[in-house]
């Protein structure tokens, strides 16, 4: 191709081209670097995102692990309470108990007079005393109750007063005894 133009216009339109390439690697160079900066952008935005609604998620397990510790706390306190229930109605002696035992052996030929149950204090089993007074047909129905006493497993102490054994006939007796929980 034969080139008619002067050399300076050939330089100036080189000129211009080389200025073309640079205007236009620039505006290459820029464009990218605008959607390397909205990608950057958009990518923060979306790490903040991230990063509440972690937030909320950990703050919303916290106070369901925080309710879950006060509920295991008032389980504890009610689990106390109903332990020390449990000791308090395991260390009493019901009356009722004793007279389903007491009552099942006391012979017919016995008559009570009197009757006093008074509860005792013992450490490692709840205590009753006895104090009883009565009359027998026979001195022999005394001495059968007086065995029969004697034993039973939770019937201790039996003691019959001396004046139980005088009459052989219609004996006034009083015996005393202690009655442990089975």
């Known amino acids: ?7 300076e216009k050939i330089n100036e339109i080189k000129k211009e081209f080389k200025f073309k390439k640079v205007v236009l690697v620039l505006n290459s160079t820029f464009f990218i670097l605008l959607i390397f900066a909205l990608f950057l952008f958009s990518f923060s935005q979306f790490l903040n995102y991230q990063i509440k609604k972690n937030e909320k998620e950990i703050y919303a397990k916290t106070n369901a692990f925080q309710e879950t510790i006060e509920i295991q706390n008032k389980i504890k306190s009610f689990n106390s309470l109903l332990s020390k229930i ?14 389903e035992d007491f009552f099942t052996i006391f012979p017919n030929n016995l008559y009570l ?3 006093i149950l008074q509860k005792g204090e013992n450490k490692n089993n709840p205590l009753l005393a006895v104090q009883m007074t009565g009359v027998a047909q026979d001195r022999e129905a005394v001495y059968s109750f007086r065995n029969i006493l004697k034993t039973k497993e939770n019937y201790r102490e039996v003691n ?23």
């Open 1 to 7: 191709m034969i080139n008619l133009l002067p050399l």
């Open 86 to 99: 449990n000791n308090f109605q395991q260390s009493q002696f019901l009356i009722s108990e004793f007279f």
């Open 113 to 115: 007079k009197t009757l």
């Open 160 to 182: 019959f007063l001396p004046n139980s054994w005088f009459k052989a006939n219609f004996p006034v007796f009083s015996v005393t005894f202690e009655v442990t929980k089975k």
